[in-house]
């Protein structure tokens, strides 16, 4: 998994050049804007349809929704483009919502492995295809199916984004695995830093900001995936009202006297440079009133300018620190052996 993570940067500059082999720019600019963007996906799929939204931002002037089940929302239509993101190509969930948007006459775009069944449908269809190339699991390919959204999303004036911007994400990427490699001790790299300050702990993330929101549902998942670890996540300012009294919960402070094995709890927020001011004043308050209770604290910022930038700069740390974390308790991270026991219960 940890040459895997250190491949990021590569599969952004192979993501630009098959977006740019498949002909997005002309392929949906030519039918102009449509009324609503919709992300057909499940899991890191899934996650990449949030993050193309949260890139976008409040001020974009269409809706855009991540479908994770196996129907569309009635109102989705002709006017309407669905992107079917499937890693493997062979997505339940995304293969359906694909062969229903056809059904509906959906404008389609769909980004899987090449060969795949997701690949054959599209070109029933006549629809755009974008390869995935990248090693390893799913999750782990998450910078190979969010470029061809956020491409998609530039193509039909939604966002800025360019060759430019991927190569300033790419050296973003490039950076933090040279801080995060496995031969770098752990008081200098800060994805051991992170895991050794999330073990024996139940994190409770908060995102500043709907883009860092999702970042901290990646950890919250890559947590989950990697090393076994349930975690919270939310958004300032919703997440204090759900998730505030766990300050003044049994797991809030730890017993001296208790097992060793026991688990408490740490406030994990993760901060944005474009914050609304009274998020910013519930962040700093929220951050004391855990302090003053005696929970461990972590605070991590975004850096860069272009949303893309900034999200690049969490989750590429966030991902290291999750594997690190696994790591330490032994656990090989690439595998998640209940998903492939499900699956398989599935297919009997």
């Known amino acids: ?48 349809g949030d993050l193309l939204a949260a890139v976008c931002g409040p001020g974009a002037p269409v809706p855009f929704l991540t479908v994770r089940s196996f129907r569309l929302p009635g109102w989705v239509g002709t006017a309407d483009l669905v992107i079917a993101v499937s890693f493997s190509g062979d997505t339940e969930e995304t293969l359906t919502l694909a062969r229903e948007a056809v059904r509906r006459g959906c404008r389609l775009l769909a980004v899987g492995r090449a060969g795949s069944p997701l690949q054959a449908v599209a070109r029933q269809a ?38 430019a911007l991927f190569e300033a994400v790419a050296g973003r990427l490039e950076e933090i695995a040279h801080r995060c490699r496995p031969a770098s001790e752990s008081f200098i790299n800060p994805g051991k830093s992170l895991a050794m300050e999330l073990a024996e702990t139940v994190p409770m993330i908060w995102g500043s900001s709907p883009l860092t929101a999702v970042a901290a549902h990646r950890l919250a998942a890559r947590l989950g995936q990697d090393a076994g670890l349930p975690a919270l996540h939310g958004e300032i300012p919703d997440v204090g009202h759900d998730q505030a009294g766990t300050l003044d919960g049994p797991m809030a402070v730890r017993d001296i006297f208790a097992d060793e094995g026991t688990r408490t709890l740490r406030l ?27 929970v461990s604290v972590t605070e ?11 999200i690049a700069t969490l989750v590429g740390l966030l991902d290291y620190g999750s594997v690190y974390l696994a790591l330490g308790y032994g656990i090989d991270p690439s595998p998640v052996p209940v998903v492939r026991e499900l699956e398989m219960r599935l297919s009997e």
Do not use: C, N, Y
């Open 1 to 48: 998994m940890l040459p895997v993570l250190a491949s990021a940067a590569a599969q952004v500059r192979i993501a630009g050049r098959a977006v740019a082999g498949a002909g997005i720019d002309g392929g949906l600019a030519a039918d102009g804007r449509p009324r609503a963007v919709v992300v057909a996906g499940v899991g890191a799929a899934a996650l990449a």
């Open 126 to 163: 006549g629809a755009l295809f974008v390869p995935v190339e990248a090693a390893g699991p799913e999750r782990a390919g998450l910078w190979a199916m969010l470029v061809p959204l956020v491409s998609a999303a530039a193509a039909i004036k939604l966002t800025s984004a360019d060759d």
């Open 268 to 294: 994990v927020v993760l901060r944005d440079t474009d914050e609304h001011p009274s998020v910013t004043r519930r962040r700093e308050l929220s951050l004391r009133m855990a302090q003053d209770r005696g």
């Open 300 to 310: 991590l910022q975004a850096e860069g300018g272009h949303p893309l930038e900034r």
